[in-house]
């Protein structure tokens, strides 16, 4: 059990925040690629597989659940390879990326948000 | 029904607030033997006790937050639009994202800290995102709550 956890805990965390930050940053009205794995529309409650836009009649759409969603999924799968790893090859690597990554995707998704507090701050990605 | 949601979401939060602010003094600050003071008994010996109460209450934090979310996005973020309070939008977009990748880390506190104790610096490293995490998840929220006093 032990062995198992020590690979697929860290594991899921890292692949769920490597999906959720990009997953959050590039996702917008003509995106081409649906990160979110579905939409709801609070304003009617409607749920939409994977990345629909809104309009006057359907409201605002909310994407977070579905990222989410989505990031659980890619974390399952990151979780899955490590399982076919080596639990003693990995496990010092796991322990430390499972702090790191996260904190990379908090200074990732920053930069993204900037643009909220900053007027004009336009995210790095595109300087 | 949602404003009853909403002062409970920010109860459990305060909640929260308290245990992991107790577990992060207990771990980089400790008490030592001796010291009686009350800042001293704030920094707990036993931060490992800590561990379930801030798995089940930032769980139950995160899904009352969740369940209360639409309601914000119908009702409350259009205005702060039209207001262009953009800064009390960004507050709430950097919480909610935190507050996602936090959730996944969760597993992976709990780990650390019941079943790896000799990984030291992966569990200080994951309670201090949880520490500024939640800490700032809750003051971004009760800005937010109260903005429409700043405006």
């Known amino acids: 059990m032990n062995k198992i956890a020590a690979r697929v805990f860290p594991a899921f965390a890292i692949g769920f925040a490597l999906f959720y930050a990009p997953g959050y940053s590039f996702t917008g009205n003509t995106s081409t690629v649906s990160w979110p794995l579905f939409t709801y529309f609070p304003a009617i409650e409607q749920w939409r597989w994977l990345l629909v836009t809104g309009n006057d009649n359907s409201g605002p759409p909310m994407w977070w659940y579905g990222w989410i969603a989505s990031s659980v999924i890619v974390g399952l799968v990151f979780a899955l390879i490590a399982l076919l790893l080596p639990e003693r090859a990995i496990r010092n690597i796991l322990a430390t990326l499972v702090w790191i990554v996260p904190i990379c995707a908090f200074l990732f998704l920053l930069n993204w948000e900037l643009p909220w507090f900053v007027t004009g701050w336009k995210p790095i990605w595109f300087n | ?151």
């Open chain 2, 1 to 151: 029904m949602v404003t009853a949601l909403l002062i409970i979401h920010g109860i459990l939060a305060m909640f929260l607030v308290g245990a992991i602010s107790h577990q992060t003094l207990g771990l980089f600050w400790p008490k030592r033997p001796g010291q009686t003071g009350f800042v001293s008994r704030v920094r707990v010996t036993n931060s490992q006790g800590y561990v379930n109460a801030i798995l089940v209450l930032y769980c139950m934090t995160f899904v009352l937050g969740a369940y209360i979310y639409p309601t914000y996005r119908v009702f409350v973020r259009p205005p702060l639009q039209d207001l262009q309070l953009t800064y009390a939008i960004g507050l709430f977009e950097v919480k909610e994202n935190f507050a996602a990748i936090c959730l996944a880390l969760l597993p992976s506190y709990w780990y650390f800290w019941k079943k790896m104790p000799e990984y030291k610096l992966s569990t200080q490293a994951i309670t201090a995102i949880l520490f500024c995490t939640i800490w700032y998840n809750f003051i971004a929220g009760h800005i937010l709550n109260n903005v429409r006093g700043f405006a």
